[in-house]
């Protein structure tokens, strides 16, 4: 099956200042790799996607790229705001969709 | 607009009792319905996914169980808890099983005491 590995597990940056997490996927056959964003004791939220077709992908300050040969993809946060802090899931779809372990992400004032 | 309800939104169980947690989806029809749970280290593990009403696969054996009786209605279950049952149960649903976008209820916190 699936596997997504996942890093950072944990992130601290400065107001202001972008973050990357970075997600490796096994299959092959995966081609729908989303992300979502859990704030503390909700349900996780899609914040953005992408399909196998596109390269990378952009929504405001928030940006996926893919890359199918290394089989990686990875979210961008630009000028992080306090409120940017959560966990963050990637995810691969296969059969159903496989998820990382999570980016506890913490943006400091 | 689909909505997906679920409840309880928290829950204190002794070992060995019963559990019952109720997912419904609204504003859409057929869709795949799923069971994750979120231990401490926050990564979501599939329990349960459904295609239809009565169409249940497993994805870990494990002392709970899942029943659809309803095209918008998904139940986990299990007849006596265990301690390590504890965990954020969250209940989703997408439209196709492959390549497409899952939604997220708000999750069930149960404490198994």
């Known amino acids: 099956g699936e596997n997504v590995e996942q890093h950072p597990s944990t992130l601290s940056v400065q107001e202001g200042d972008s973050a990357v997490i970075k997600c490796t996927y096994s299959d092959s056959a995966s081609n729908y790799f989303p992300w979502y964003k859990q704030e503390l004791g909700k349900g996780p939220q899609l914040i953005i996607d992408?399909?196998?077709?596109?390269g990378e992908k952009k929504d405001q300050r928030i940006a996926v790229t893919l890359n199918k040969t290394a089989k990686h993809f990875s979210l961008h946060i630009t000028e992080t705001q306090p409120e940017d802090s959560a966990v963050y899931f990637c995810a691969a779809s296969g059969t159903t969709l496989t998820f990382g372990k999570g980016t506890m992400l913490l943006v400091s004032p | 607009s689909q909505t997906i309800h679920q409840w309880p939104a928290t829950l204190v169980q002794p070992v060995g009792s019963p559990l019952s947690l109720e997912c419904t989806v609204e504003?859409?029809?057929?869709?795949?319905l799923y069971w994750y749970r979120q231990a401490a280290g926050r990564g979501l593990q599939l329990l349960f996914y459904s295609v239809g009403i009565g169409q249940i696969s497993s994805e870990v054996p494990q002392n709970l169980s899942a029943s659809r009786p309803q095209d918008r209605q998904f139940i986990l279950s299990s007849k006596k808890l265990l301690l390590s049952d504890s965990g954020f149960y969250l209940c989703?649903?997408?439209?196709?099983?492959?390549?497409?976008?899952?939604?997220f209820g708000q999750g069930t916190r149960l404490t198994v005491v």
């Open positions: 989703a649903w997408s439209l196709g099983q492959v390549n497409t976008e899952a939604f």
């Open positions: 992408i399909r196998s077709n596109v």
């Open positions: 504003g859409t029809s057929n869709p795949n």
